[in-house]
């Protein structure tokens, strides 16, 4: 079952900050991010391992709640760069290898 | 980069006809995966290898086939093409480490007409 992220769609000016929810009905192992620009392939962000770590990647952070079974990535005075969709993938049942993909949160910035 | 590309990057193809995939990584990573990607549903997996000849099912893996014969080629297979089945194919590759964060190939789009 996909984990299920929101918003599904955000428009930001450059500058100001967003955040992207994923959430799960399956105990997670772990969760993963990636960002997908039009017409390109995903690209890796970051992994974040049961055990609530906090993540970050430049001015791009996430937190893991594995009790509720959520993450949040947090995109901080975003830049025109960070214009794509956001894919969270979620891992369970011990293993990091095999993960489900949400449907991804279209994150729009202008200037 | 992580040395993954997959072939062809184009195919238009009729209805009923087979389709063969490849996905060829430099990288010596354990496992590789195949997704499909769907306005409207994100990236499902189809199929996924954990070595040579060792495969397993994904989430969306009807009418496809896979085989891994080398570490570093994994074939994904239609065996008789469908509308359906029109999509972006992306392939994967990861294990490097524990963490097997996923690197992705630069995609192969594939119309069913």
């Known amino acids: 079952q996909q984990p299920v992220q929101s918003p599904q769609a955000v428009i930001l000016r450059e500058g100001e900050d967003a955040v992207i929810n994923c959430s799960s009905s399956k105990a997670l192992y772990s969760v993963h991010w990636y960002r997908q620009k039009h017409g390109e392939a995903p690209v890796f962000l970051m992994i974040?391992?049961?055990?609530?770590e906090q993540k970050g990647h430049d001015k791009i952070s996430a937190s893991f709640n594995e009790k509720k079974q959520q993450s949040s990535l947090y995109l901080t005075a975003s830049q025109l760069s960070y214009s794509g969709t956001y894919f969270c993938g979620t891992a369970s049942g011990g293993s990091n290898y095999k993960l489900t993909f949400g449907k991804g949160t279209l994150l729009t910035v202008n200037p | 980069d992580a040395g993954i590309t997959q072939s062809p990057r184009h195919k238009v193809t009729e209805t009923g006809t087979p389709v063969t995939l490849r996905c060829h990584q430099t990288?010596?990573?354990?496992?590789m995966y195949w997704y499909r990607q769907d306005p409207g549903h994100g990236l499902r997996l189809i199929h996924y290898?954990?070595?040579?000849?060792?495969?397993d099912k994904g989430e969306v893996s009807d009418g496809y086939s896979v085989s891994r014969s080398k570490t570093e080629d994994f074939l994904l297979t239609l065996e008789s093409a469908t509308s359906s089945q029109t999509s972006v194919y992306f392939c994967?590759?990861?294990?490097?480490?524990?963490?097997?964060?996923?690197?992705f190939g630069p995609g192969t789009r594939l119309t069913v007409t």
């Open positions: 974040l391992l049961k055990g609530g």
């Open positions: 994967a590759i990861s294990g490097r480490d524990r963490r097997y964060e996923q690197y």
């Open positions: 290898s954990y070595g040579v000849k060792d495969t």
């Open positions: 990288e010596n990573h354990r496992y």
